[in-house]
T-cell receptor
Framework: DTAVSQTPKYLVTQMGNDKSIKCEQN?????MYWYKQDSKKFLKIMFS???????INETVPNRFSPKSPDKAHLNLHINSLELGDSAVYFC?????????????FGPGTRLTVL | DAKTTQPTSMDCAEGRAANLPCNHS???????VYWYRQIHSQGPQYIIH???NNETNEMASLIITEDRKSSTLILPHATLRDTAVYYC????????????FGQGTTLQVKP
């Protein structure tokens, strides 16, 4: 069973469109994250949710709106897509423990905006 | 910004130990050293983490200097499948959980 899954794996769309990426984890973790990896391969945190509540928002444009219907899901909705949104988006989850934690990453969603 | 410095790239012969260094001279007392790797086109994968003692698991060993300003990740018997970008990350134990990735070290394992 896949621990952290994302759909779709590939997404090609036109500028100005609205799209969503879904993420699910079956690990029972309390915290979920979205990361963005751009064309230069830099991996950067975007959002983090703990028990459905937003705890990190790294100055991401408000065209990006994460939604967590329950603690196993963290979806990412993007409005008015721009060329610069083209990237690979990774979802991750973790359980905060004393002594540190391990984040489990999904396989990524490659978004291409034309 | 990342709080760590790593060499951009390294080569290693298959079957030999791969030693990946990391400098984190501004590390705070409650911050852990984490290592993740990213194999081409896949999501990052956790390898190991430690606070001040050396750590070992089924994947690797982590050696942290006594002053905690640097560390080394050791892959004891590198295989071709270990070719990846390796990230050394410093993270507090009670922060919001985010990982700040630097550029990492691209390890190329050669036959």
């Amino acid at each position: 069973d896949t621990a952290v899954s994302q759909t779709p794996k590939y997404l090609v769309t036109q500028m100005g469109n609205d799209k969503s990426i879904k993420c699910e984890q079956n690990l029972g973790h309390d915290t979920m994250y979205w990361y963005k990896q751009d064309s230069k391969k830099f991996l950067k945190i975007m959002f983090s949710y703990n028990n459905k509540e937003l705890i990190i928002n790294e100055t991401v444009p408000n065209r990006f709106s994460p939604k967590s219907p329950d603690k196993a899901h963290l979806n990412l909705h993007i409005n008015s897509l721009e060329l610069g949104d083209s990237a690979v988006y990774f979802c991750a989850s973790s359980q905060e423990l004393a002594g540190g934690n391990e984040q489990f990453f999904g396989p990524g969603t490659r978004l291409t905006v034309l | 910004d990342a709080k760590t410095t790593q060499p951009t790239s390294m080569d290693c012969a298959e079957g030999r130990a791969a030693n990946l260094p990391c400098n984190h001279s501004t590390i705070s007392g409650n911050e852990y050293v984490y290592w993740y790797r990213q194999i081409h086109s896949q999501g990052p994968q956790y390898i190991i983490h430690g606070l001040k003692n050396n750590e070992t698991n089924e994947m690797a060993s982590l050696i942290i200097t006594e002053d905690r300003k640097s560390s080394t990740l050791i892959l004891p018997h590198a295989t071709l499948r270990d070719t990846a970008v390796y990230y050394c990350i410093v993270r507090g134990s009670s922060n919001t959980g985010k990982l700040i990735f630097g550029q990492g070290t691209t390890l190329q394992v050669k036959p």
